[in-house]
């Protein structure tokens, strides 16, 4: 059945003749439509977020992402089979997506009962003086969040819920290829008693909404999730504002030799194939140790059969599509560069319209596409290394720095690597994408500015630090 559904301008649906049509990536048949915003709807979402309104206390706010958190909870299914017809995304992944945004509204709303103030004492030195000094956090006036399509509800649950527990209105743009789970989860919000103000939701032309959010200089903060591309676009368009950006990554699996090779192949299958590939943190290069390369890609062949891939909504399937069919295709001549550089296809490799086989790739040339740009599918190449070092020197040789894994059974060689790697998180006997909800993430070089998210960063990068002091 195929949902109709408009942009939200303080929680009201807007009138639109401009639509956009959303399709199943797998079935090609229509999901729903989607009633688009203009420039008019941009003015009017930042004059809602900044009316003068009293502002919404601690428990209000824990109320609204409780409350939130308890709808999701009853329509889980619901949520997870939206995903699925829209992202092509397995529904056994989003299942798993749903439960994980339900730990987002779960720690915001514990996040938003923290008082996070300190105090610091004026008579500490014989400069100083008998005062106190004190930090509050006052929220951002407006954020503009813009999220990507990998993670329908999860990446918009990451921006909004961290809004909500600040107290900061936010605009949201979330991605044109996934915009109904975007805007139904708008709608459940405001069900939760989020005020109107706090949220509008807009979609539209890139350059009459997207662009103009993060130009107007109303907008204290741009929190973006996506490509490398369009963060720097955004970086270079914004002007004078506070930027957090969650860009792309190319993640590295190290194996070494005295890994546990069955846990390295599990490892390396999941990090590589889960949600199609489609994660930032996926492992996107899987360099292992020289004398247990042969053994470890004979035990990631015959774990990689175990991802059946084919109709996202059949409950024994692993891998549903990529986004479309376009990502599909790319994907497929990015294993055909490599292939004719020296590649060769251990298994998968099978096209069939947006269904991508997971495949096993060996023999990659380090300066593939496959290997120094980001493929955002479940591609899994593996790259022989000499030794710890060697593996260092390639995981850092790439543009990006968002996450990496490493298997090792000593304690030695994982510090060596916590210390080398040049990235935002690494992850011992786990895949790159490890974490929780609200532990700080993010990346650096291209993947990143180096500012977190995370529920708790998240909060921090959406208020400002105003410090009083008193006499005592
Ligand atoms: P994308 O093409 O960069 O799009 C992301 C969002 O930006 C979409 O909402 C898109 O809108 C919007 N956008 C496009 N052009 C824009 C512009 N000129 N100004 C402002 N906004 C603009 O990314 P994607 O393909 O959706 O997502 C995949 C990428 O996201 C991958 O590179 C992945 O690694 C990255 N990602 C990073 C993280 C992280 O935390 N580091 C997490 C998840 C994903 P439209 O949809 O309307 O084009």
Redesign the pocket.
């Known amino acids: 059945m195929s949902t109709i559904v408009n942009c939200l301008v303080a929680g009201r649906p807007i009138s639109s003749r401009n639509q956009v049509t959303v399709r199943s990536p797998y079935s090609r048949e229509v999901v729903g439509t989607v009633g688009l915003a203009g420039r008019d709807h941009v003015d009017a979402a930042f004059a809602a977020a900044l009316q003068p309104a009293e502002p919404l206390t601690r428990f209000t706010r824990y109320e609204i992402l409780d409350r939130a958190r308890l709808l999701l909870e009853g329509r889980r299914e619901e949520f997870a089979r939206l995903i699925t017809s829209e992202a092509g995304l397995c529904i056994r992944e989003t299942r798993y997506e749903v439960g994980r945004a339900l730990d987002v509204l779960r720690l915001a709303a514990v996040e938003a009962l923290h008082d996070d103030g300190q105090i610091f004492s004026g008579d500490i030195s014989p400069q100083g003086k008998a005062r106190k000094i004190f930090t509050v956090r006052e929220p951002a006036s407006v954020v503009v969040a813009?999220?990507?399509?990998?993670h329908p509800l999860n990446?918009v649950v990451h921006k909004v819920a961290p809004a909500i527990a600040a107290g900061a209105p936010m605009i949201l743009?979330?991605?044109?290829?996934t915009p109904l789970t975007a805007l139904r989860f708008a709608e459940l919000l405001h069900q939760a008693g989020l005020p109107g103000r706090m949220l509008s939701v807009l979609?539209g032309p890139?350059g009459e909404v997207?662009?103009r959010l993060?130009q107007d200089p109303r907008a204290e903060v741009v929190s973006f999730?996506?490509?490398v591309a369009?963060g720097k676009?955004?970086a270079s368009i914004a002007g004078y504002k506070r930027l957090v950006l969650?860009?792309?990554?190319n993640d590295p699996l190290i194996v070494l030799d005295d890994a546990d090779l069955d846990l390295a192949a599990q490892l390396a299958a999941e990090g590589s194939y889960r949600n199609s590939g489609q994660r930032?943190t996926a492992v996107k290069r899987i360099l292992v140790h020289d004398s247990v390369a042969d053994e470890f890609t004979r035990r990631l062949v015959a774990k990689t059969k175990e991802y059946t891939c084919g109709d996202p909504s059949d409950e024994a399937t692993r891998v549903g599509t990529v986004i479309d069919e376009q990502s599909a295709i790319y994907l497929e001549s990015v294993i055909n560069d490599a292939v004719t550089a020296g590649a060769k296809v251990l298994y998968g490799g099978i096209r069939n319209g947006a269904l991508l086989q997971p495949t096993v790739i060996t023999n990659v040339p380090r300066d593939s596409r496959m290997i120094v740009c980001?493929s955002?599918g479940p591609l899994a190449p593996i790259l022989r290394v000499r030794d710890l070092d060697d593996a260092i020197a390639l995981a850092n040789a790439t543009a990006y720095g968002?996450s990496s894994g490493v298997v090792t059974g000593s304690l030695d060689k994982a510090l060596k690597a916590v210390k080398q790697l040049r990235c935002g998180t690494v992850n011992i006997n786990e895949v790159p994408g490890f974490r929780v909800e609200h532990s700080p993430f993010?990346?650096i070089k291209d993947?990143?500015l180096g500012v977190k998210?995370g529920v708790v960063e998240a909060i921090k990068s959406m208020t400002t630090v105003k410090t009083f002091s008193l006499p005592w």
């Open positions: 813009i999220s990507p399509f990998n990446q743009k979330p991605s044109e290829k979609l890139t997207a662009e993060v999730t996506g490509s369009v676009r955004i969650e860009l792309g990554g930032c980001e955002f968002l993010g990346g993947s990143g998210e």
